[in-house]
């Protein structure tokens, strides 16, 4: 598709869960590669784009008009080019999407994602000897080497706006209402949402919660005259009995476990042993649990992919629009194989091989656990600050 030509050519892609934001990036990555008269052609789909050399010319026309729209224009996917589903076999895609990248004489492949981008996108460089860049997506806002991700900010909004509705109704119910936000590995979505939305209980995967710890809260609010209870709970929350669990098996046999794990994972709301296995969601467990143990009425709220829907807040165009048009002088001037980051005030280059593979948890001690026990938010443990 590619007409020879002697003008520089970059590649770009999108890859992992959408969030907004993404469609801003592009816009800006592409605008000002085109400022230092570099082509942009974008792969559909993520890697898979590049692996089955469906693409596009991402002329000036193309990107224009795109800053407030979500998700990617695009399209997205998790495959990864070391381990794709090409009709039903697992393969080894590398050296197919290598080649198709000189074929069409790419100087380097732009890659917009989370943490498992970063690292395919690495491993494209360190194992094949593809030139990449890379910039920090994601609303889980756990990406390793940079402050924050774009996408974090809209998915903060809009997890903050669920938890301020929420108060009203537990408040004319007098109920406990247990709100859950995405965050598998790191609960940044959770503690910031739970913070700015005055929730009564923040849960994180962070930090293995005590069910009675958060009971005694409860019950000692509603003695207090305090008749509702909030709880922003991370999708990755874990109690104290299930980390432990957990931590046992990783120890003892991580292959068999992950492999247990897995199958369980499968047969989950699937046929087992020929029985229909329904198994109960956590943050509905919780809500049970809490209901029995407070005698308090309670209900759950499920955020889910609303949180990655919509228009990017202004925050995230200003921060897309910084990092895609530094991304456009890192290649203008051939600085490649880093990712965009955020440090401080600016966005700067940082080693890829040192973001890859690194998940940025809530560390302990962090100000915003500090700020959020200091007014008096019960975090799931005693003594968290
Ligand atoms: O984008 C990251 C993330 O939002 C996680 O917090 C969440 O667990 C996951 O994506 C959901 O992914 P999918 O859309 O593939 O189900």
Known sequence: MRTRTTKRCIGILTAGGDCPGLNAAIRAVAKSAHHHGIQVIGFMDGFRGLVENRSMLLEDRVVSGILTHGGTLLGTSRDKPHKMNMGGKVMDMTNVAVANAKRLQLECLVCLGGNGTQKNAWQLHKNAGLDVLTLPKTIDNDVAMTDISFGFDTALSIATEAIDRLH????????????????????????????????????????????????????????????????????????????????????????????????????ANGEEGGHLMIREPKVNRLARELQELTGIEARTTSLGHVQRGGTPTPTDRLLCTRLGTTAGELLASRHFNVMVGVKGDACVPVPLDEVAGVVRRVPAGHEWLHAAARVGTCLGIHGVE
């Open 168 to 267: 009203t109704t537990a408040t004319s119910h007098h109920r406990i209402i247990v709100c859950e936000l995405m965050g598998h590995a790191a609960g940044w979505l959770a503690l910031g949402a739970g913070i700015a939305g005055g929730a009564d209980v923040i849960l994180i995967p962070e930090i293995p919660y005590d069910i009675h710890e958060v009971v005694d809260f409860i019950l000692t609010r509603r003695h207090s005259g305090k008749r509702f209870s909030i709880i922003a709970m991370a999708e990755g929350a874990l109690s104290v009995k299930e980390a432990a669990a957990l931590a046992k098996t990783d120890v003892r046999a991580p292959a068999a476990a992950k492999k247990k794990n897995q199958a369980k994972a499968e047969s």
